[in-house]
Protein backbone atom coordinates (compact mmCIF):
# COMPACT_ATOMS: atom_id res chain seq x y z
CA UNK A 1 0.00 0.00 0.00
CA UNK A 2 2.89 2.32 0.88
CA UNK A 3 5.05 1.34 -2.10
CA UNK A 4 5.33 3.36 -5.11
CA UNK A 5 8.71 1.90 -6.83
CA UNK A 6 7.84 -0.88 -9.44
CA UNK A 7 11.10 -2.81 -8.78
CA UNK A 8 10.37 -2.52 -4.81
CA UNK A 9 6.67 -3.30 -5.90
CA UNK A 10 8.12 -6.24 -8.00
CA UNK A 11 10.40 -7.22 -4.77
CA UNK A 12 7.81 -7.43 -2.17
CA UNK A 13 5.90 -9.55 -4.18
CA UNK A 14 8.30 -12.06 -5.62
CA UNK A 15 7.93 -14.87 -2.47
CA UNK A 16 3.88 -15.23 -3.91
CA UNK A 17 4.30 -15.11 -7.49
CA UNK A 18 3.15 -18.29 -9.23
CA UNK A 19 6.45 -19.88 -10.44
CA UNK A 20 7.41 -22.93 -12.98
CA UNK A 21 8.48 -25.67 -10.73
CA UNK A 22 11.92 -24.98 -9.83
CA UNK A 23 14.79 -26.61 -7.38
CA UNK A 24 13.50 -25.39 -4.94
CA UNK A 25 9.70 -26.77 -5.31
CA UNK A 26 10.81 -29.95 -5.98
CA UNK A 27 13.03 -29.93 -2.87
CA UNK A 28 10.02 -28.80 -0.40
CA UNK A 29 8.11 -31.36 -2.58
CA UNK A 30 10.35 -34.37 -0.96
CA UNK A 31 10.17 -32.48 2.44
CA UNK A 32 13.75 -30.83 2.76
CA UNK A 33 12.50 -27.12 3.98
CA UNK A 34 12.84 -28.51 7.92
CA UNK A 35 16.53 -29.07 6.64
CA UNK A 36 16.95 -26.17 5.23
CA UNK A 37 15.96 -24.27 8.24
CA UNK A 38 18.13 -26.06 9.82
CA UNK A 39 20.69 -25.28 8.20
CA UNK A 40 19.95 -21.77 7.94
CA UNK A 41 20.01 -21.34 11.55
CA UNK A 42 23.58 -22.82 11.16
CA UNK A 43 23.57 -24.08 15.30
CA UNK A 44 23.92 -27.93 14.15
CA UNK A 45 27.27 -29.17 14.73
CA UNK A 46 26.67 -32.57 12.60
CA UNK A 47 24.75 -31.61 9.67
CA UNK A 48 25.40 -34.87 7.78
CA UNK A 49 24.14 -36.94 10.35
CA UNK A 50 20.65 -34.67 10.59
CA UNK A 51 20.09 -34.91 7.03
CA UNK A 52 20.36 -39.09 7.51
CA UNK A 53 17.25 -38.54 8.80
CA UNK A 54 15.80 -36.86 5.32
CA UNK A 55 16.86 -39.86 3.28
CA UNK A 56 14.03 -41.77 1.90
CA UNK A 57 12.19 -42.25 -1.88
CA UNK A 58 14.08 -39.40 -4.29
CA UNK A 59 16.64 -38.71 -1.91
CA UNK A 60 19.54 -41.04 -2.04
CA UNK A 61 21.71 -40.10 0.45
CA UNK A 62 22.76 -37.16 3.34
CA UNK A 63 24.64 -35.41 0.59
CA UNK A 64 21.19 -34.81 -1.99
CA UNK A 65 19.44 -34.13 0.91
CA UNK A 66 21.66 -31.04 1.72
CA UNK A 67 21.77 -30.35 -1.69
CA UNK A 68 18.35 -29.56 -1.89
CA UNK A 69 18.30 -27.71 1.19
CA UNK A 70 20.67 -25.65 -0.06
CA UNK A 71 18.63 -24.98 -3.54
CA UNK A 72 15.53 -23.75 -0.67
CA UNK A 73 18.10 -21.29 0.59
CA UNK A 74 19.40 -20.37 -2.67
CA UNK A 75 15.40 -19.16 -3.50
CA UNK A 76 14.77 -17.64 -0.51
CA UNK A 77 17.79 -15.63 -0.19
CA UNK A 78 17.25 -14.67 -4.28
CA UNK A 79 13.20 -13.53 -3.11
CA UNK A 80 14.58 -11.40 -0.26
CA UNK A 81 13.89 -7.51 -1.05
CA UNK A 82 17.65 -7.19 1.14
CA UNK A 83 19.64 -9.31 -1.46
CA UNK A 84 17.92 -7.93 -4.65
CA UNK A 85 18.65 -4.18 -3.46
CA UNK A 86 22.05 -4.52 -2.48
CA UNK A 87 22.58 -6.30 -5.56
CA UNK A 88 20.82 -3.31 -7.42
CA UNK A 89 23.66 -1.47 -5.41
CA UNK A 90 26.38 -2.84 -6.42
CA UNK A 91 25.12 -2.65 -10.35
CA UNK A 92 24.13 1.05 -9.86
CA UNK A 93 28.08 1.94 -8.58
CA UNK A 94 30.02 -0.31 -10.34
CA UNK A 95 28.40 -1.68 -13.43
CA UNK A 96 30.29 -2.03 -16.26
CA UNK A 97 28.52 -2.46 -19.95
CA UNK A 98 30.72 -4.33 -22.48
CA UNK A 99 30.04 -5.11 -26.32
CA UNK A 100 31.94 -8.24 -28.02
CA UNK A 101 31.28 -9.26 -31.84
CA UNK A 102 29.71 -12.12 -33.04
CA UNK A 103 32.47 -13.92 -34.61
CA UNK A 104 30.28 -14.93 -37.56
CA UNK A 105 28.94 -11.68 -38.11
CA UNK A 106 32.14 -9.77 -37.89
CA UNK A 107 33.25 -9.73 -41.34
CA UNK A 108 29.97 -9.00 -42.78
CA UNK A 109 28.74 -5.48 -44.70
CA UNK A 110 26.31 -5.09 -41.67
CA UNK A 111 28.89 -5.20 -39.52
CA UNK A 112 31.00 -2.50 -40.32
CA UNK A 113 29.18 0.42 -38.66
CA UNK A 114 29.47 -0.99 -35.51
CA UNK A 115 32.86 -2.18 -35.79
CA UNK A 116 33.82 0.60 -32.63
CA UNK A 117 31.61 -1.58 -30.11
CA UNK A 118 33.33 -5.31 -32.16
CA UNK A 119 35.65 -4.88 -28.28
CA UNK A 120 34.01 -2.01 -26.00
CA UNK A 121 33.53 -1.98 -22.17
CA UNK A 122 32.95 1.45 -20.21
CA UNK A 123 31.45 1.99 -17.01
CA UNK A 124 27.38 1.83 -17.27
CA UNK A 125 26.70 5.60 -15.64
CA UNK A 126 29.31 7.05 -17.88
CA UNK A 127 27.88 5.30 -20.94
CA UNK A 128 26.84 8.06 -23.31
CA UNK A 129 22.97 7.08 -24.65
CA UNK A 130 23.97 7.81 -28.42
CA UNK A 131 26.50 4.66 -27.85
CA UNK A 132 24.22 2.85 -25.91
CA UNK A 133 21.64 2.92 -28.71
CA UNK A 134 24.40 1.63 -31.01
CA UNK A 135 25.17 -0.94 -28.88
CA UNK A 136 21.20 -2.52 -28.42
CA UNK A 137 21.07 -2.05 -32.19
CA UNK A 138 24.08 -3.89 -33.07
CA UNK A 139 22.67 -6.44 -30.72
CA UNK A 140 19.68 -6.45 -32.35
CA UNK A 141 20.79 -7.06 -35.42
CA UNK A 142 22.26 -9.90 -34.03
CA UNK A 143 26.04 -8.24 -35.09
CA UNK A 144 26.57 -7.42 -31.00
CA UNK A 145 26.69 -9.92 -27.70
CA UNK A 146 25.78 -7.25 -24.97
CA UNK A 147 26.69 -7.55 -21.11
CA UNK A 148 25.92 -5.51 -18.12
CA UNK A 149 28.25 -6.85 -15.02
CA UNK A 150 29.74 -6.10 -11.47
CA UNK A 151 32.15 -7.24 -8.89
CA UNK A 152 30.57 -10.38 -7.99
CA UNK A 153 32.80 -11.34 -5.34
CA UNK A 154 32.19 -7.75 -3.65
CA UNK A 155 28.02 -8.62 -4.15
CA UNK A 156 28.01 -11.93 -2.34
CA UNK A 157 30.13 -11.01 0.61
CA UNK A 158 27.72 -7.87 0.82
CA UNK A 159 24.73 -10.79 0.72
CA UNK A 160 26.15 -13.19 3.03
CA UNK A 161 26.48 -10.83 5.57
CA UNK A 162 23.33 -10.84 6.34
CA UNK A 163 22.93 -14.83 6.66
CA UNK A 164 26.28 -15.91 7.70
CA UNK A 165 27.34 -16.11 10.98
CA UNK A 166 30.16 -18.08 12.14
CA UNK A 167 32.96 -20.64 10.51
CA UNK A 168 30.76 -24.07 11.10
CA UNK A 169 30.02 -26.18 8.18
CA UNK A 170 26.06 -24.55 8.03
CA UNK A 171 27.77 -21.48 7.60
CA UNK A 172 29.36 -22.66 4.63
CA UNK A 173 26.65 -24.66 2.99
CA UNK A 174 24.42 -20.88 3.58
CA UNK A 175 27.80 -19.41 2.02
CA UNK A 176 27.72 -21.80 -0.98
CA UNK A 177 23.94 -21.24 -1.36
CA UNK A 178 24.17 -17.77 -1.46
CA UNK A 179 26.97 -17.66 -4.17
CA UNK A 180 24.54 -20.16 -6.05
CA UNK A 181 21.43 -18.36 -5.49
CA UNK A 182 23.60 -15.31 -6.60
CA UNK A 183 25.38 -16.54 -9.72
CA UNK A 184 21.90 -18.49 -11.09
CA UNK A 185 18.94 -16.03 -9.59
CA UNK A 186 19.74 -12.58 -8.69
CA UNK A 187 22.27 -11.71 -11.21
CA UNK A 188 20.50 -12.36 -14.16
CA UNK A 189 17.29 -10.92 -12.60
CA UNK A 190 19.44 -7.69 -12.17
CA UNK A 191 21.01 -7.51 -15.63
CA UNK A 192 18.02 -7.41 -17.55
CA UNK A 193 16.53 -4.83 -14.97
CA UNK A 194 19.64 -2.54 -15.33
CA UNK A 195 19.65 -3.47 -19.71
CA UNK A 196 16.29 -2.19 -19.25
CA UNK A 197 16.31 0.83 -17.33
CA UNK A 198 19.94 1.85 -19.48
CA UNK A 199 17.84 1.70 -22.28
CA UNK A 200 14.60 3.42 -21.40
CA UNK A 201 17.16 6.65 -19.96
CA UNK A 202 18.84 6.33 -23.28
CA UNK A 203 15.53 6.49 -25.28
CA UNK A 204 14.40 9.48 -23.25
CA UNK A 205 17.78 11.23 -23.75
CA UNK A 206 17.66 10.74 -27.41
CA UNK A 207 14.18 12.29 -27.70
CA UNK A 208 15.15 15.27 -26.05
CA UNK A 209 17.57 16.06 -28.46
CA UNK A 210 15.49 15.25 -30.69
CA UNK A 211 12.81 17.46 -29.57
CA UNK A 212 15.14 20.33 -29.01
CA UNK A 213 16.70 20.23 -32.65
CA UNK A 214 13.25 20.09 -33.96
CA UNK A 215 12.10 23.03 -31.82
CA UNK A 216 15.14 25.10 -33.15
CA UNK A 217 13.86 24.19 -36.45
CA UNK A 218 10.93 25.43 -36.03
CA UNK A 219 11.46 28.38 -34.74
CA UNK A 220 13.69 29.12 -37.38
CA UNK A 221 12.37 31.53 -39.93
CA UNK A 222 10.72 29.67 -42.45
CA UNK A 223 11.62 31.57 -46.22
CA UNK A 224 14.81 33.94 -44.53
CA UNK A 225 14.80 37.77 -44.20
CA UNK A 226 10.84 37.52 -46.09
CA UNK A 227 8.65 38.43 -43.76
CA UNK A 228 5.79 35.69 -42.95
CA UNK A 229 1.98 36.37 -41.29
CA UNK A 230 1.84 32.89 -40.76
CA UNK A 231 2.03 29.45 -41.57
CA UNK A 232 -0.30 26.70 -42.73
CA UNK A 233 0.49 23.23 -41.41
Given amino acids: EHCWDANELEDIYMPFKPKRRTKAQIARELGLEPLSVIIMMQRDNNIEATAKRFIKEGIKDAAAAIKGAQDIIAETVSEDERSRQQARTCFKREAIISSKVV ?19 EPLKRCSSHRLLAMRRGENEGILRITISTDDNDCTDRIKRNYVRGYGKCSTLVSEAIEDSYKRLIRPAIETEFANLSKEKADEEAI ?10 LLSAPLGQKRVMGVDP
Fill in 103 to 121: KAKAETEEAAKFSDYFDFS
Fill in 208 to 217: NVFAENLRQL
